[in-house]
């Protein structure tokens, strides 16, 4: 095979791209939570939500356009979270609310899961428990009887809940996940994701597989797609980390803008290169509302 002579030209700098997109290609839209249309502090309380976050959802209503919000966050139940955003002004209902929790149970019930070991905060099997799964925690059964276990938000987890993980695998429990993200976006800046380092420590020990339930997975994606009730590639992804909403939607062909009220800058969203980069990259959120379908 010829070698390819490298071009000596330094590479263009990125602009936001100018192309309309179709609107018959964008038809639901999926929000991201922290960073996006809010920043908490790092106990995951004291909402502050950002600029034009509630303009744009407003409009979506007003529109009659479906979208949801897609948390990493595991900690709360769906309804219970919806009823927080509800709290300080963000027009969310309790089926527009989705976590990794929610595609979990979904996923867990179409491969046949019964019994879950839970590692998290109690709200982090709520879901589950609602789709007929039963689950236990730490210290409340034998690792060996799980099907599965599940890791959510769980900042106070000791060493007993990894050794009784480690069990549960090696018996021959399947791994979930709700997210390996190692930091996301607060109000004091970013704060380390406690699921993605406890994860760590398991696959460490066990060298098990994990399937990965919130995002970027595309099975978070595609239960995105069927609640929203369009195809993958018609959802509009709006986030603020690349390693995340926007890698996700990319690898879909589903249309992705950043937001730089995150973990991202607009200088930083400009170095990002293929499935890293959104189609757009927006100082605020509400600059959505100059664009189709909103416009």
């Not at 290609?25 to 909402?47: E, I, N, V």
């Not at 959802?57 to 595991?74: A, D, K, Q, Y």
């Not at 769980?154 to 021959?172: F, I, L, S």
């Amino acid at each position: 095979m010829a070698k390819t002579r490298k071009s000596s030209k330094r590479a263009a700098p990125w602009r936001p791209t100018s192309k309309r997109v179709a609107r018959s290609t964008m038809k639901g839209f999926m929000f991201d939570l922290d960073g996006t249309l809010l920043l908490s502090d790092r106990s995951l309380g004291g909402y502050e939500v950002l600029p034009g976050a509630i303009e744009v959802l407003e409009r979506l209503r007003e529109r009659g356009i479906p979208f949801v919000v897609l948390t990493n966050g595991s900690a709360y139940p769906p309804a219970e979270q919806a009823a927080k955003l509800r709290g300080v002004g963000l027009p969310v209902g309790d089926d527009q609310m989705l976590t990794p929790s929610s595609v979990t149970a979904h996923h867990m019930t179409g491969a046949g899961i019964g019994r879950a070991l839970i590692l998290g905060k109690p709200g982090v099997g709520h879901a589950l428990a609602e789709a007929g799964i039963e689950t236990f925690a730490p210290g409340e059964g034998d690792p060996a009887s799980a099907d599965a276990v599940y890791v959510g938000w769980h900042p106070d987890c000791h060493k007993r809940d990894n050794e009784e993980a480690c069990m549960a695998v090696w018996a021959g429990a399947k791994l979930y996940v709700a997210s390996n993200v190692p930091f996301f976006a607060t109000r004091h800046g970013r704060t380390m994701g406690y699921s993605s380092a406890i994860v760590g420590a398991i696959r460490h020990m066990t060298h098990a597989p994990m399937i990965l339930t919130g995002k970027p997975s595309l099975h978070a994606l595609r239960f995105v797609a069927a609640r929203l009730g369009v195809k993958p590639r018609e959802v509009v992804v709006v986030g603020d980390d690349p390693g995340v909403e926007t890698i996700m939607a990319n690898r879909m062909g589903a249309t992705t803008y950043g937001v730089c009220t995150g973990v991202m800058t607009a200088e930083a969203w400009a170095k990002e290169k293929g499935l890293r980069r959104p189609r757009r990259a927006l100082k605020r959120i509400d600059e959505l509302l100059a664009l189709p379908p909103l416009a």
